[in-house]
């Protein structure tokens, strides 16, 4: 059995769902990501708070210096999400001494404000812009009338 890579070390990272997700109204995920694993089995994720249903848990990768990651899938968050809720993704492998945990919500989290937090930092900041003139309305609402 070869060494493995050197380059793997296990860290956990939590993205936020998908902005068209929650602004279309579609089933919105948060997704839990351990990476820098040597061995692929054995990663086991807890969710705080449930969204009711279950989460589902991808199949391993293999990165290009040969490590394996994991996900795991939390379905359903769009409400409590919108609410604030802070969401908890805690990861457990045997290569781990303790669990790995990530927290995130909606106002923060593990990366910098993106996504509806965005559009709301620039409602809060910018509270009213000049209405549209005449001039830009056909660039803004092309015309189809002779199409």
Not at 7 to 34: F, I, K, Q
Not at 56 to 76: A, F, I, T, W
Not at 121 to 142: D, E, R, T
């Amino acid at each position: 059995v070869p060494p493995p890579p050197p380059c793997c070390h296990p860290r956990l990272s939590l993205h936020r769902p998908a902005l068209e997700d929650l602004l279309l109204g579609s089933e919105a995920n948060l997704t839990c990501t351990l990476t820098g694993l040597r061995d692929a089995s054995g990663a086991t994720f807890t969710w705080t708070p449930p969204s009711g249903k279950s989460a589902v848990q991808g199949p391993p990768e293999r990165d290009l210096c040969g490590c394996y990651s994991v996900s795991s899938v939390l379905p359903g968050c769009a409400q409590p999400w919108n609410h604030g809720e802070t969401f908890t993704c805690t990861a457990a492998h045997p290569e781990l001494k303790n669990p790995l945990t990530a927290n995130i919500t909606k106002s923060g989290g593990s990366r910098p404000c993106s996504g509806l937090c965005s559009v709301s930092w620039f409602a809060k900041h910018i509270p009213s812009l000049p209405p549209p003139s005449q001039s830009w309305a056909p660039v803004l609402m092309p015309s189809t009338e002779g199409n």
